[in-house]
C-alpha cells in the first residue's frame, strides 16, 4: 500500500492549526498511525486507528478519516509541535509509511 | 518506563555483514512482537522486519529478504538484526520498535543506531 502524505513542508505560527493529509493507495479501513520525530528523542506514536490518540498525547492533536483519506490536526500550535509528521498503515504487510511532512515555525 | 537501546552499528564495507541488537526494559519483552524500521539519510521511515513473540511469524520487507534475518531471545530481552551482502542502499539508521498495543502500530522506539556501508 502506497501512501502518500502532504504537504511535505508546512510552516506556521505558534496558536494557528494546521492540517497534515495523508492518502492511501487502496483503503486501509482506520488502520492508520501517526508518529512524531523530533532531534534526539525517540519517535513517538501520537495517534492509533485513524483518530485514538495514545496516551500522552495532547489533546490539541487529532486524527480523522477511513478507507484511503486520513488527516492529522494541530490545533493552537505550541513550540514543541514543530517537528517532522509520519503516517503508516498497518492495514497489510509491507508496513507503509508516508514520507513525512516537516512542520517548521514561521 | 519502557526503554529500548539499540546497538551494533557502524562502518562496513559493501558484501560483509552486521548484527544489530537491541536490549528492551520496562515491559514483559516474551510478550509481544516487535520491529526494525530504518531511516536512510535525509529520507523517510521504512520498515524492515517483524517477529512475534515466541518467534512463530516473522516477516520483512522485500528489499532484505533473503539477505536480512531478525530473531529475539527472550531470556535476555533482545532483539537482532542479522545483515548480510550489505550494500550501500542499507545505509541508515536502525531502530527497534515495540507492538505492544493490540495492532501493528509501533508504541515504542529506540534512539537507533547508525549503519554505514561503505567502501
Known amino acids: 500500500v502506497q501512501m502518500t502524505q502532504s504537504p511535505s513542508y508546512l510552516a506556521a505560527s505558534p496558536g494557528e492549526s494546521v492540517s497534515i493529509s495523508c492518502k492511501a493507495s487502496k483503503s486501509i479501513s482506520n488502520n492508520l498511525a501517526w508518529y512524531q520525530e523530533k532531534p534526539g528523542k525517540a519517535n513517538k506514536l501520537l495517534i492509533h486507528?485513524?483518530?485514538t490518540l495514545q496516551s500522552g498525547t495532547p489533546s490539541r492533536f487529532s486524527g480523522s478519516g477511513s478507507g484511503t483519506d486520513f488527516t492529522l490536526t494541530i490545533r493552537s500550535l505550541e513550540s514543541e509541535d514543530f517537528a517532522v509528521y509520519y503516517c503508516q498503515q498497518y492495514n497489510e504487510y509491507p508496513l507503509t509509511f508516508g514520507s513525512g511532512t516537516k512542520l517548521e515555525i514561521k | 518506563e519502557v526503554q529500548l537501546v539499540e546497538s551494533g552499528g557502524g562502518l562496513v564495507q559493501p558484501g560483509r555483514s552486521l548484527k544489530l541488537s537491541c536490549v528492551a526494559s520496562g515491559f514483559t519483552f516474551s510478550n509481544y512482537g516487535m520491529n526494525w524500521i530504518r531511516q536512510a539519510p535525509g529520507k523517510g521511515l521504512e520498515w524492515v522486519a517483524y517477529i512475534s513473540s515466541g518467534s512463530s511469524y516473522i516477516y520483512y520487507a522485500e528489499t532484505v529478504k533473503g539477505r536480512f534475518t531478525i530473531s529475539r531471545d527472550n531470556a535476555k530481552n533482545t532483539l537482532y538484526l542479522q545483515m548480510t551482502s550489505l550494500r550501500s542502499e542499507d545505509t541508515a539508521l536502525y531502530y527497534c520498535?515495540?507492538?505492544?498495543?493490540?495492532?501493528?502500530?509501533?508504541?515504542?522506539w529506540g534512539p537507533g543506531t547508525m549503519v554505514t556501508v561503505s567502501s
Open positions: 520498535a515495540s507492538q505492544l498495543g493490540a495492532d501493528w502500530y509501533f508504541d515504542f
Open positions: 486507528s485513524g483518530s
